[in-house]
Structures are given as structure tokens and as C-alpha cells.
């Protein structure tokens, strides 16, 4: 059975920092491209990172040089470090597991982890 657990969110004011992390099991996590994708109240889910097998990254436009996605395959985790937090990325994010570079979102996906930003 695939879990992915997601631990780190919170309130923090405008143009602070979190990271969030990732932690899957019942997946081979090395062969497993993973994402992270937010929904803020009202919208649609977004892609907001992905990182490949190979450790290549996408990002969506909004977030970019301020959003790192990075992996860990030892530990099996993936984690978001967010900086310069603005308001509108108060949302509800989500760890993905199983996409791919060409198409990110896979099959699995966590619980997800509230991300609140006060301006």
C-alpha cells in the first residue's frame, strides 16, 4: 500500500519561509518521480514542483527562484523548501508520487499539509 505523508505546514507572515517534506512507502522511491502540487480555496490544483528519477526539476511560473524541490532517496523522502511566502500561496499541498517529466501527476497522493501565508 502506497502512503505518502506530508509534515510542515503552518502560518507564517508574508515573505517568510517553510519547508515542507514528503515521506512514501510501498513505492520503490528511487524509480518514483515526485511532485508537490497545492489547491487554494475555491481553485483548481496546481502543479507547483516536480522532480524526476534523474533529479530534474519543474516548476510552475508563480513559484519559480523561490520554490526548491528536492529528494532524498536514502531517506525516502522529498521535500519544498518555499521562501519569500506571499499570501496567494496559502493553499493546501500536496506530496504526488508516480509522473513523469512529460506528465507529473501520478497515481498517488498524500493527505496533504495546509500552507497558510498572513500578509
Known amino acids: 500500500q502506497v502512503q505518502l505523508a506530508e509534515s510542515g505546514g503552518g502560518l507564517v507572515q508574508s515573505g517568510g519561509s517553510l519547508r515542507l517534506s514528503c515521506a512514501g512507502s510501498g513505492i520503490i522511491f528511487s524509480s518514483t518521480g515526485m511532485g508537490w502540487y497545492r489547491q487554494a480555496p475555491g481553485k483548481q490544483r496546481e502543479l507547483v514542483a516536480f522532480?524526476?528519477?534523474?533529479?530534474?526539476?519543474l516548476y510552475a511560473d508563480s513559484v519559480k527562484d523561490r520554490f526548491t524541490i528536492f529528494r532524498n532517496n536514502a531517506q525516502k523522502t522529498v521535500s519544498l523548501r518555499m521562501n519569500s511566502l506571499k499570501p496567494e500561496d496559502t493553499a493546501i499541498y500536496y506530496c504526488n508520487a508516480g509522473g513523469t517529466l512529460r506528465t507529473p501527476a501520478g497515481q498517488y497522493w498524500g493527505q496533504g499539509t495546509q500552507v497558510t501565508v498572513s500578509s
Open positions: 522532480i524526476s528519477v534523474g533529479g530534474f526539476t
